[in-house]
Structures are given as structure tokens and as C-alpha cells.
């Protein structure tokens, strides 16, 4: 069983066997408690320099304080089914936090307040001692495994979003990983083929042939640690080395054919431990190109949420204007059906080609994912963002692509903006320009539709 779901189901059991009459005196006193304290909650929210940035928007703290009486309510009195859907959700509020970039230390400190003040209001009211015990007991642990369930979640999305972050850092810094492992190991193996020769041929200057010193060695030494970061491999890769050199240092002792096929066969075995390693390195490198979608080499999904919680900072601390389109191909499923996937898949090549050629190098292409497309443009206009995205409406309509029997296929597609409004939650964006994107599909297609809230 996942921690999570553990989690859950004890949150499950301790509410099957509270009490009805306490449950509804309970509830009674949570409605009558939970606007004050998700006041309480957001007070201290907004002190902290950090979170409170996040949080001024009119549009969040208008939303927010009802959702947070809600929840309150929903904590402390759900049931049943209703308490797993509950709990479902307290992990997607983990990952809002993380998305948004709430410290989950903030988060637990307001979770805390609120506990102690549902306490002390509690204790208040004199109620029969062991009723009142009871209904703190529930109290405490409720809100504790609401929080439990926050910070698993955000805690997992942090780690996840670290790992794409690392990756968007080396997809940028090396062009292109499957050459430069290739370059790496050549050269390894060309160490490996000098030394060699040289220990058979019992050179004197044995000291020349140090693998630290050698064409890999000073790649290892400055670059390797820039690409990949902290990785364990690179540590211990280091140790080899610094092994390997020790071994040869102590060479000039050694005599005889026996020992010296000894000595090549250790240095040899760490020799290929040390490639092994460092072609592990390079898989994350491989793995980078599933941030380039094979068939359009535009980015994908994977590096959505580093690119938009970035450009979402940016036009917080900034001010500058902030936009996504999502585009879907008009009647892909018929165009795979009739013409197969091979053609279908040189239509999204050629709208990939378009969208390529009609946005800046600032902007941003994702295939999102089938026949659905993203845009993220950066500091323009609304008004701009909408004649651009005409255009290339306009262009996809007057550029039809060649069928292998010669036929020329019209192509239209539906588009949905939606523009930054001062929300933190780079999703809510991605979600409003979805919506736009489906009102656009149900009007009649081949048209641009502008998310209004």
C-alpha cells in the first residue's frame, strides 16, 4: 500500500468511529468557526514576503478565503466516500503549493493556527469532558493528515520538478549528449590503448600516462560536473580514477609478465566500470530528448511546468504580459482515417513547421499532445497575442499539404488564448486557454477564441 493511500485510510477508520452526536456538534461548530479562521489563515499568509506575493492578487484572495472556509468545514465533519474524495484532493493542493512556490513550512504554520484555535474555541464551549476530548482528539489529527497529505504531495511534485529543472539545465548545455558521449569514450579508450602499450613497452615516463591527466581526465575534471550536476556516478567515478593513478604510481615496482597482466586486468575492469558509469550519465542526456517531441522536435509536455512557473515569476516580479494558445487540428481522426498515420503524421510536421516559423525565438512550442498544439508568447499585448495567433490561423487555412496520391489536403485548426491575470498558478492559464479551445471546436472550428472570465 502507498503512503498516501495508508494515510487515507486511517483518516477513513478514525472518522467511522467518531461519536454522531459529537460529529454534528462538530460540524455545527465549524461552520460557525471557518471564516474566521481562513481569515486567520490568510492574515498570516500574507505576512510572509514570499507567499505574500503570491497571494495579493484581488482574484486569489476573493477565491481562496471561501475555499478555505470550505475546506475547513470539509476537514472536520466529511465522511465515507465523501472523506476519500476529500483526501484526493488535499494532494492536489500539494501540488498547487508547489506549482505556486508556497513554502510548505508556511502552509504547516497555518495549518497550526488553525488547529490551535479550533481547540481553544472548543475548550471554550464546556462541554462534557470525555465529548470534548474526543472532538479535539478529531480535530488535530484531521488537520494533521490534511497536511500530511499536502506535504507528501508537494514534496513528490518538488522532487519531480527538480529532476526536469536539472534536465532543462543539461538539454542546454550540451547540443548534443549522443556525440559528446561518444567523443568521451573514444578518448577513454584511447587512454586505455596508450597505457597499454605504454606499460608493456616498460616506459620510464609512466607518470605522462595518469588518466586524471589525460584528454578525458580534464573533461571529467572541469566539464563533467557542469552537464550532470551532483550525480552519485561522478563521485564515484573520481574515486577510480584517483585509484586508477595510485595503481600506476606504484608501477615502476612492479616485475614480471604475471604481475604486470595483473596490474592490466584491474586497471582494465575499473576502466569499463568507469564507462558504465558514464554512460548511465548520459542516459539522462538521452532521456532529454523525450523534452523534443520525436516527430515535430518541438518541446513537449515534459518541460511545461519549468518553462511556465519561470515565465510566471517573470511577469509577477516584472509586470510583462504573459499569454498561452492551445491549437487543435481540425478533423485529425479523419485524416488518419482516410489518408493513414503516416500522412497524418506529416500534417502535424508541417503545422509544427508553421508555428515554428511564426513565433520568436523567445516564444515557446509545445506539441501538447495528438493534434493539440501550445503557444506561450511573452510580453506582448492582448491585442497583438490575438493578431498573431490569426495569422497563423490564416496561414494553416492557406497552406495546404500534398497527399502522396498528389491531392491537396485543406487544413484549418481551432485556437483558445487565455492572457495572465495576476494568478500564480501558471495551470490555471493552461486550463482557461483549454476551455477557449473547446468553445472554439463546438462554434464551428477554424476560429480564435479569447478566454473571458
Known sequence: MKYSEQIVKEWMELSSVLPESISSKLAVIAEEKAMLLAEEFYDIMLKDPHAGRYLSSEVVQSRLRHSMKKWIVNALTLKGEELLDFAGHQYQIGNIHSRVGIPASLVLKGMRIITQSMLSWIQSLMFEERMSILMQQYVSVSIQIASELMTYAYENYQLNEAKNEESYRLYNLIDNPEIEKGKQQAALFNWENNLIYALISRTNNIQSYLLTDSEFGLWFRHKCGQHFGKQPEIAKIGTLITD?????????????????????SDIRAKTM?????????????????????????????????????????????????????????????KINDTWGHSSGDEVLRHIATILSDSTRASDYVFRY?????????????????????????????????????????QLTASFGVSH??????????????????????????????????
Open 244 to 264: 586508477i593513478d595510485e595503481m600506476l604510481q606504484n608501477s615502476t615496482s612492479v616485475e614480471g609478465l604475471e604481475p604486470l597482466q595483473s596490474l592490466l
Open 273 to 333: 566500470i568507469i564507462n558504465n558509469m558514464f554512460s548511465s550519465l548520459f542516459e539522462d542526456a538521452n532521456r532529454i530528448e523525450s523534452g523534443k517531441d520525436a516527430l515535430t522536435k518541438l518541446l513537449n509536455r515534459r518541460f511545461m511546468s519549468t518553462i511556465l512557473k519561470h515565465e510566471v515569476k517573470l511577469a509577477l516580479d516584472e509586470g510583462h504580459p504573459l499569454s498561452v494558445v492551445m491549437l487543435d487540428v481540425d478533423f485529425f481522426k
Open 369 to 409: 499532445g495528438g493534434e493539440e498544439f501550445m503557444i506561450v508568447y511573452l510580453e506582448f499585448s492582448h491585442h497583438q497575442t490575438m493578431c498573431l495567433v490569426e495569422s497563423i490561423r490564416q496561414k494553416i487555412e492557406e497552406s495546404p499539404i500534398e497527399m502522396p496520391d498528389g491531392h491537396q489536403l
Open 420 to 453: 495572465f491575470n495576476g494568478h500564480p498558478d501558471y495551470q490555471k492559464m493552461v486550463e482557461e486557454a483549454d476551455k477557449a479551445l473547446y468553445d472554439a471546436k463546438n462554434s464551428g472550428r477554424n476560429r480564435v477564441v479569447e478566454f473571458k472570465a
